[in-house]
């Protein structure tokens, strides 16, 4: 089991918004290490949504945004659309890894 | 634009090693990032193996310390992965990717490779 929570599963109509949580503990997002997220669409592979917890690399929409604080982080998702159905995971240094740890992941159903 | 692509057998025997490599194009191998494996079981969330800098420091999950070795051959541009005493646990898609020493993200990722440990 992953040290970094995510809901399994949320869900959204098009047009709405939707976040995703992340939670930590103070080996990692708590620590001060940034979060960063990733998109995995079906039969594909991670493709980096956010990084550095608020940074969105070139060509990535601004309907995507990220937050944090304290020991937990979020990915808020507005106008969705039926492309953005995937599987979405936050990632942040841990110290007690001495490397990278993801969550478990969230699947984001467009109702 | 950095491409990353995994190579290597897609079944393996238990108990045997599982052996991966990824060539890197676009961008220099010796540049200041880590050239990392993550691996994802089938239906599954996403786990750090282990990464490699270029000057061949390593760094590796430590629940797989014991069984994996990476190694990077900058002339050829491609770095390793072998993963030894494989059980069907480690049947999963092998993806390479590359992260930024500062943050620890992965901007590059190639496009997996699916590897089943089955007799």
């Known amino acids: 089991q992953s040290v970094l929570t995510q809901p399994p599963s949320v869900s959204g109509a098009p047009g709405q918004r939707v976040t995703i949580s992340c939670t930590g503990r103070n080996s990692n997002i708590g620590g001060g290490y940034d979060v960063h997220w990733y998109q995995q669409l079906p039969g594909t592979a991670p493709k980096l949504l956010i990084y550095a917890n608020s940074n969105r690399p070139s060509g990535v929409p601004d309907r995507f945004s990220g937050s944090k604080s304290g020991t937990s982080a979020s990915l808020a998702i507005t106008g969705l659309q039926a492309e953005d159905e995937a599987d979405y995971y936050c990632q942040s240094y841990d110290s007690s890894l001495s490397g990278p740890l993801f969550g478990g992941g969230t699947k984001l159903t467009v109702l | 634009q950095v491409q990353l692509q995994e190579s290597g057998p897609g079944l393996v025997k238990p108990s045997e090693t599982l052996s991966l490599t990824c060539a890197v194009s676009g961008y220099s191998i010796r540049s200041a990032y880590y050239w990392g494996w993550i691996r994802q079981p089938p239906g599954k969330g996403l786990e750090w193996i282990g990464s490699?800098?270029?000057?061949?420091?390593?760094y590796y999950n430590p629940s797989l310390k014991s069984r994996v070795t990476m190694s990077v051959d900058t002339s050829k541009y491609q770095f390793s992965l072998n993963l030894s005493s494989v059980t069907a646990a480690d049947t999963a898609v092998y993806y390479c990717?590359?992260?930024?020493?500062?943050?620890?993200?992965?901007?590059?990722w190639g496009l997996g490779t699916l590897v089943t440990v089955s007799s």
């Open positions: 990717a590359r992260s930024k020493p500062v943050g620890w993200y992965f901007d590059y």
């Open positions: 490699i800098y270029h000057s061949g420091s390593t």
